[in-house]
């Protein structure tokens, strides 16, 4: 019995660590490489166990430069890079990333991403139970100067907690996510056609076709960059709405409800009759942010935006295609 206690409480010092392969896709991604690279660099995880696998989807900027320039100065990690110029998207260059690692488990997160440095530490203690398939860490945004990423940071809009409390299937967002490399030989890789909903499909197929758990660390952290102009904001709440659409399509998740203009004119009218002299007040008192003060309009806009993209819609043929390992 005393043998028993000891060895359970050495399995709790020991660390689990497995051979990691970390993905990271890249379109563009020139002005977030150097603090990207320089988090990586900085993991607590042993680096004779992670290789760094950077894919280059076919951008037209210095990020094969920056990369190369970089590397040349990097002692301490295994980094790889490597270009998916055939498909343009990010679930395609993902795919060509699992196909060339060595890894047993697949971790991804994404250019504009910052992983703190125990990030892939935690992020993979939990795949110790081999019932895990699937862990999602927690996503924060890195603080931003102006209203649009202040809105977003306080909205936390992409945090994990909505994501993996989804009424259809929980799932993670591939910016801090990991995969079991075994699910994948099951379940097949992500649909490379596919432009937006990519992470949701591929967790959704592993936690239905193989007996899996999906497990949050939520202390495995990764600070994202936000939107921070408006063309590029509605832009991300427009795939929102697509993601939606497309999920609907290919698995029969619920669609977001969708109201005629009149019902948005009538929230803004309800607005600046009855809360803008309230917010007004506030914010010259001090007791609240220009934040605060736009929210209601803000949130009437990313409401319409992800409803136009959930409507316009329309999942292509090719974008059912399952890659495979």
């Known amino acids: 019995m005393a043998n ?34 320089e988090c990586l660099s900085k993991q607590s995880y042993d680096f004779d166990k992670v290789e760094f696998i950077l894919v280059d989807n076919n951008s037209n900027d210095n990020t094969e430069k920056t990369i190369k320039n970089i590397s040349k100065n990097l002692n301490n990690i295994n980094l790889k890079y490597l270009q998916e110029n055939n498909i343009q998207s990010s679930y395609a260059a993902r795919n060509l990333g699992i196909k060339n690692a060595q890894g047993e488990i697949m971790a991804f997160t994404d250019v504009d991403c910052r992983p703190q440095a125990d990030w892939l530490e935690k992020l993979i203690q939990p795949f110790s139970d081999p019932q895990t398939m699937i862990v999602a860490g927690e996503i924060k945004g890195i603080e931003g100067d102006n209203l649009l990423e202040k809105y977003a940071t306080k909205r936390e809009i992409l945090s994990q907690k909505y994501t993996l409390a989804n009424e259809f299937f929980p799932y993670g967002q591939t910016a801090n996510l990991a995969v079991r490399k075994q699910a994948l030989k099951v379940v097949g ?33 990764v600070f994202h960059r936000h939107r921070d102009n408006l063309k590029d904001f509605t832009n991300q709440w427009r795939r929102y709405g697509q993601s939606a659409k497309y999920l609907h399509q290919l698995h029969g998740s619920k669609l977001m409800p969708e109201y005629p203009v009149s019902k948005y004119i009538y929230r803004l009218l309800v607005w600046l009759i009855k809360e803008f002299p309230k917010s007004a007040i506030k914010l010259l008192l001090g007791k609240a942010t220009l934040v605060d003060f736009i929210q209601t309009p803000l949130d009437i806009m990313v409401g319409k935006a992800r409803s136009n993209g959930q409507k316009q819609a329309d999942l292509p043929e090719e974008a059912k295609k399952i890659d495979q390992l």
């Open 4 to 37: 028993q206690s000891v060895q359970n409480i050495n399995k709790t010092m020991i660390p689990f660590e497995p051979f990691v392969s970390v993905i990271i896709p890249i379109y563009n991604g020139e002005k977030d490489l150097k603090d990207l690279i």
């Open 189 to 221: 890789l992500f649909r490379p056609y596919l432009t937006t909903g990519g992470d949701a499909d591929i967790c959704w197929r592993i936690l239905k076709e193989v007996e899996a758990e999906i497990k949050f660390a939520p202390d495995a952290l």
